[in-house]
């Protein structure tokens, strides 16, 4: 069975402070590892999808990579409009289903 | 962008009674998918359905439960008699193709009493 952990649940980080999320994942075949942003109330906003390890994938402050175990979010300069919860997910060949973590909390503050 | 909508965005139901949670997904997009959130917990897979059948569902996903696309652009999910323990966050999504992103909605938070 699948099976993803995040780490840490929450952090609070203050404006500009730069740091690093965990995804620990267990797959029998990894087809595609997906990081979402998710906001209180709202449903999962897609930021990025690495499928090898080595892969990098950077959009503004973000930064996803990926290794055979895990997968790390580095956010840096972090501004306040990022907080938020970060979830990650992990889809199997011969699956449909994303297997998601339970999310890390972020919160900057000003 | 395109984004995919749901409706209603709350809805409240009492046990037993049959709830129709509606989705509009992506128009380009072949896949369809339904998802839960109960609260504090995790996003957990219910469905996934493509070329107007269901590919995969979950565990939780019982005879209770229905999908349907009844055009070419709805896609409902169905709780025949709810329970309490379906009170939760649900999200429809969808997807370009088989491993492409999936894009969510808002969701419908269903509250059954």
């Known amino acids: 069975e699948d099976q993803v952990t995040q780490s840490p649940e929450a952090l609070r980080l203050q404006e500009g402070e730069s740091s690093s999320l965990n995804c620990s994942y267990t797959?029998?075949?990894?087809?595609?590892l997906f990081w979402y942003r998710q906001d209180p109330g709202k449903g999962p906003e897609f930021l990025f999808t690495?499928?090898?390890a080595g892969e990098e994938k950077e959009k503004e402050r973000l930064k996803a990579t990926l290794t055979k175990k895990e997968s790390f979010l580095h956010i840096t300069a972090p501004k306040p409009e990022d907080s938020a919860t970060y979830l990650c997910?992990?889809?199997?060949?011969?699956?449909?289903?994303?297997?998601f973590g339970t999310g890390t909390r972020l919160t900057i503050i000003p | 962008e395109p984004e995919v909508t749901q409706t209603p965005s709350h809805q409240v139901t009492q046990m037993g009674q049959e709830v129709i949670l509606r989705c509009v997904p992506i128009?380009?997009?072949?896949?369809f998918y339904w998802y839960r959130q109960i609260l504090g917990q995790k996003v957990e897979f219910l469905v996934s359905?493509?070329?107007?059948?269901?590919?995969?569902k979950s565990e939780i996903f019982d005879d209770q439960f229905s999908v349907e696309r009844p055009d070419g652009s709805n896609f409902t999910l169905k709780i025949r008699s709810t329970k309490l323990e379906d009170s939760a966050m649900y999200f429809c999504?969808?997807?370009?193709?088989?491993?492409?992103?999936?894009?969510f909605g808002n969701g419908t938070r269903l509250t059954v009493t």
């Open positions: 999504a969808s997807s370009e193709q088989a491993n492409s992103p999936l894009h």
């Open positions: 797959v029998s075949g990894l087809r595609g």
């Open positions: 690495l499928y090898s």
């Open positions: 997910a992990v889809r199997n060949f011969g699956n449909e289903k994303l297997t």
């Open positions: 128009s380009n997009h072949l896949y």
């Open positions: 359905f493509y070329n107007n059948e269901i590919s995969e």
